[in-house]
Nanobody
Framework: QLQASGGGVVQSGASLRLSCVAR????????VGWYRQASGEEREGVSF????????DYADSVKGRFTISVDKAKHMVFLQMNNLKPEDTAVYYC????????????????????WGEGTQVTVSS
């Protein structure tokens, strides 16, 4: 089970931190990440982390503004989002995949296997 939280309504330039707790998984064996889906748009990959060595990948649109991290002890993954823009408005989903040795970049096109419920992020201009 994956449960995301931390979404909200903020103004452009603000920050939010999304959290996701993973229950029922052997956390160290999985890659984790975040996707988002704006209204009327396809779901897109935002950021991923390969916990075996901490390798990360980010969508070009969020590089330099978003940071993914994990707390292995708590089985949690976070997405720190700074300098938010209206185009970041979307439902954000955390996800998990057993492919923990591949280049995390692949998850942009090869979706992760396990998904949680989304959390809404709305950024007003």
């Amino acid at each position: 089970q994956l449960q995301a939280s931390g979404g909200g309504v903020v103004q452009s330039g603000a920050s939010l931190r999304l959290s996701c707790v993973a229950r029922g998984f052997i956390f160290d064996d999985y890659a984790v990440g975040w996707y988002r889906q704006a209204s009327g748009e396809e779901r897109e990959g935002v950021s991923f982390i390969r916990k075996s060595d901490g390798a990360t990948d980010y969508a070009d649109s969020v590089k330099g503004r978003f940071t993914i991290s994990v707390d292995k002890a708590k089985h949690m993954v976070f997405l720190q989002m700074n300098n938010l823009k209206p185009e970041d408005t979307a439902v954000y989903y955390c996800a998990l995949d057993y492919r923990n040795t591949v280049n995390p970049r692949i998850f942009h096109t090869s979706r992760m296997r396990y998904w949680g419920e989304g959390t809404q992020v709305t950024v007003s201009s």
